[in-house]
T-cell receptor, first 111, second 113 residues
Framework: DAKTTQPPSMDCAEGRAANLPCNHS???????VYWYRQIHSQGPQYIIH???NNETNEMASLIITEDRKSSTLILPHATLRDTAVYYC????????????FGQGTRLTINP | EAQVTQNPRYLITVTGKKLTVTCSQN?????MSWYRQDPGLGLRQIYY???????DKGDVPEGYKVSRKEKRNFPLILESPSPNQTSLYFC????????????FGPGTRLTVT
């Protein structure tokens, strides 16, 4: 699975959009971009995933660049409960389905 | 409610005393997995199971055993725990269709003295 690079920490004001970047320059054609988050020491929670098109669900939007070498997770109206570590993971679909977690981005939402 | 449950949530034990951490899911998922999380090392996979009676090693299997006799259950067994197994453990499950989203349990914080 391709390696990802994320900033170690970010801050965002409550009510504003939080934009979390991720670089995955070695991604291959059949690999998806997944985002998970971990609030404090709870179990990681799936947020969204995509292959090459932009995706949106009730939690967030995922913007993937045309060359697929980077992506941005957008939380449109961040709340204090969005404070968490966010993990960008690149993996193929199927098979052993192992998730390789990096260090992630620690997002702090400030009141 | 779709969920993965783990028991116990917290456990303090002594070196060498066998223990089992249970994991159960109610989503009829084929795939189940165990991870451990340590400061500075992130989450690492211990063992996984593709289906009943099918298990395989992950990245850090030493000192652990698993079994998958039923689809819903995937217990993690520490035959002779050691202090370096002090960690936060997560069980996860997913199906073979849709988003392949993995659902994680709430975690088990294990301390081995």
């Amino acid at each position: 699975d391709a390696k990802t690079t994320q900033p170690p920490s970010m801050d965002c004001a409550e009510g504003r959009a939080a934009n979390l970047p991720c670089n995955h320059s070695t991604i291959s054609g059949n690999e998806y971009v997944y985002w998970y988050r971990q609030i404090h020491s709870q179990g990681p929670q799936y947020i969204i995933h995509g292959l090459k098109n932009n995706e949106t669900n009730e939690m967030a939007s995922l913007i993937i660049t045309e060359d697929r070498k980077s992506s941005t997770l957008i939380l449109p109206h961040a709340t204090l409960r969005d404070t968490a570590v966010y993990y960008c993971i690149v993996r193929g679909v199927g098979g052993a389905q192992k998730l390789v977690f990096g260090q992630g981005t620690r997002l702090t939402i400030n009141p | 409610e779709a969920q993965v449950t783990q028991n116990p949530r917290y456990l303090i034990t002594v070196t060498g005393k066998k223990l089992t951490v249970t994991c159960s899911q109610n989503m009829n998922h084929e795939y189940m997995s165990w991870y451990r999380q340590d400061p500075g090392l992130g989450l690492r996979q211990i063992y996984y199971s593709m289906n009943v009676e099918v298990t395989d090693k992950g990245d850090v299997p030493e000192g652990y055993k698993v079994s998958r006799k039923e689809k819903r259950n995937f217990p993690l067994i520490l035959e002779s725990p050691s202090p370096n197994q002090t960690s936060l453990y997560f069980c996860a499950s997913s199906g073979w269709s849709g988003t392949y989203e993995q659902y994680f349990g709430p975690g088990t914080r294990l301390t081995v003295t």
